[in-house]
């Protein structure tokens, strides 16, 4: 049953984050949408990133560094204050399958994915919904995922959002307004492929393919390359390929 009315609190933890955050340190607190007028929506780029540290109220990619070592620098929240964490706001979502997005904050922005590859983008200080993708997949492919049409979430890269959709394709989004921008058939849809995992976007030249085909022979995956612009859209599936985007080529 794919539209559910539901409450889950996919993006509790940050809500819940939030809460603790409002009467703390400002260079710690998550900024809120409005603090940055003129700044381009989920304006993140390679340095950005690799200096992700000096922006502890920022989580701009998948696992927050290239590292991906999910470790948070922020210190307001310990052991001694934890008891005291309560809930600053909730989103309903429109279904009660299994959610496993890991959510973005961008300079206030919330993105984060939700079942059947639904892209969302929130005030990250309020919950206030400020658009939503959905990429309309076909009820009927959810016989080919193995775990439920969970989706992992998205990157951002210069003012575009990726997604990988249950169906296996790429799409760019919009950052500002959750249009989107192009979209790539990544797998073949005659095969039962499914993508549930989030994109990584890394700087052009900074991509080697022999370490891509080293982690394909190691492995036995393959990724997607597409080049956006100023970085390449990462997903991978059962193979390497090879194929062009709107923007250019792989």
Not at 71 to 91: C, E, H, M, R
Not at 162 to 175: C, E, H, K
């Amino acid at each position: 049953m794919r539209n559910l009315p539901g409450r889950f609190l996919a993006v509790g933890f940050a809500a819940t984050l939030l809460f603790a955050m409002g009467c703390g340190k400002q260079s710690e607190r998550v900024p809120a949408a409005k603090e940055a007028p003129g700044t381009k929506p989920a304006a993140v780029d390679g340095a950005r990133i690799l200096s992700a540290d000096k922006e502890p109220g920022n989580w701009m990619s998948y696992g927050r560094t290239y590292s991906e070592e999910r470790f948070s620098p922020l210190k307001q929240i310990n052991d001694q204050n934890v008891g005291t964490l309560g809930l600053a706001w909730y989103f309903d979502l429109d279904t009660r399958r299994g959610q496993e997005a890991t959510p973005l904050v961008i300079d206030g922005v919330m993105y984060f994915t939700s079942a059947w590859s639904k892209v969302h983008a929130l005030n990250a200080a309020t919950g206030k919904e400020l658009w939503s993708f959905d990429p309309q997949i076909d009820p009927a492919w959810a016989v080919n995922a193995c775990c439920d049409v969970v989706n992992r979430g998205v990157a951002a890269w210069n003012g575009k959002i990726f997604v990988g959709t249950l169906d296996g394709r790429l799409i760019a989004l919009d950052a500002a307004s959750g249009k989107k921008v192009w979209e790539e058939q990544t797998t073949d849809p005659s095969k039962r492929y499914t993508i549930t995992g989030a994109p990584r976007v890394i700087k052009g030249r900074d991509l080697d393919r022999r370490v891509v085909e080293e982690w394909r022979r190691r492995y036995r995956l393959g990724f997607h390359g597409l080049r956006s612009r100023s970085g390449f859209a990462l997903h991978w599936y059962g193979k390497w390929r090879s194929l062009a985007s709107q923007d250019s080529e792989s």
